[in-house]
């Protein structure tokens, strides 16, 4: 790490199958993972990846069968990249038009439709939150929806603050913070229908 090509802007970790990978995106719009050996605690492999701009958030996926990272370019198209263990960085996909919408400055992973998979939201000083969502049969994302806020975005949290077991999305903008909750009629529904249906 001694030896990173310019300023390092995110990184994330995560140990899978006695190696550990750390992802880090630069401010040169260069993606570097390092996967280490964790018995030997040796590097034994780097893979690079190059973006238009910098790179603002890499986040992991909490997945158990593969190795799937989220790399979020301020500038190009953010890239969701699968199986690295197998893989490396050849095989990717984009989100689209995830360009189109000014700068992307952050982003999060969250279940806001309670489906069991994680949703990608953005953030972008163009001040809307852009929501993806992937068709995990062919591993394509689709843009579901987005939302105008009043201020460019400038981080997005999904948090149950209140402590009902529900959570929350935050988002900081440049002159506030908004909280937007569930319909919580809904969730009550959902939770009633999932629990008779494991009753059946």
Known sequence: ??????????????????KRYTAIGLECGTFITFIVDLESNEVVEKLTFSF???????????????????????????????????????????????????????????????????EILIGTYGELVLVYKEDNINEKWTLQWSKSFNNPIHNIFHLDLTGDGVRDLFLVTLKTVIILQHDYDKVAQLVEKRLLTDAI
């Open 52 to 118: 238009e701009g910098p790179l603002t958030k890499v986040i992991f996926f909490p997945t158990e069968d593969q190795i799937k990272v989220l790399v979020l370019s301020s500038l190009s198209m953010t890239r969701v990249f699968y199986d690295l263990e197998l893989e490396g960085l050849s095989k990717s996909k984009v989100l689209p038009s995830s360009d189109e919408f000014d700068v992307a400055t952050c982003c999060t992973l969250a279940d806001i439709d309670f489906d069991g998979h994680q």
């Open 1 to 18: 790490m001694k030896e990173l090509p310019s300023v390092a802007l995110s990184i994330a970790f995560k140990c899978h199958d006695l």
